[in-house]
């Protein structure tokens, strides 16, 4: 079997690969550039979504891999501030989907406001944090939880989701 991801960072192949693992061991999983066709810093739910549907179809169809798999992160506005989240899209080449989004975290304020004020949240962690490619790293999500939840952590989770309609096809009908 061979897998495709979307993408070359190492923290979401690596999430990619840990998931993959533990339902075929056997399987081939392969990094490949996948553009998302979305903005670099993705601002809502519906385009990180976008994002991560679009990066699985492309891998998907870079290969010709049995599945293509797309990780996305963004932020989405909540009542109560700007959320960091993510999403994951799985998709074969008979138009199966599995999809799944990450767990969410309020973001700081000030963190927020640079957000909104048109900086990429990765470029704003690697600034307070005084550190370079936090994103390739633990992450926001990483750095924000003192490390208790990583990035590639809270995307191995979500591929684990979007991994169920090809492991109980079954129950997905």
């Known amino acids: 079997m061979l897998i495709a991801v979307g993408s070359k960072n190492p923290v979401k192949v690596e999430a990619a690969r840990s998931m993959v693992a533990r339902v075929w061991p056997e399987a081939q999983v392969v990094a490949v ?36 798999i ?57 600034d307070i944090l005084n550190d370079r490619n936090v994103k390739q790293k633990g992450g926001a999500v990483g750095a924000l939880t003192a490390g208790l939840t990583p990035r590639g952590q809270a995307f191995a989770q979500a591929v684990a989701y979007a991994l169920s309609p090809f492991i109980v096809p079954e129950l997905h009908e």
Do not use: Y
Request: hydrophobic share 40%.
């Open 33 to 68: 550039d996948a553009p998302s066709g979305i903005s670099e810093m993705p601002m809502s739910d519906e385009e990180t979504l976008t994002g991560a549907i679009n990066r699985a179809k492309v891998a998907r169809a870079q290969l010709n891999a049995d599945l293509g």
């Open 70 to 126: 797309g990780l996305e992160g963004g932020v989405h506005p909540e009542p109560f501030g700007l959320t960091l989240m993510g999403w994951v899209a799985i998709v074969d080449d008979n138009g199966r989907q599995g999809l799944a989004g990450a767990a969410r975290l309020p973001l700081p304020h000030r963190i927020a406001q640079r957000v909104l004020d048109g900086e990429e949240l990765g470029d704003v962690m690697d």
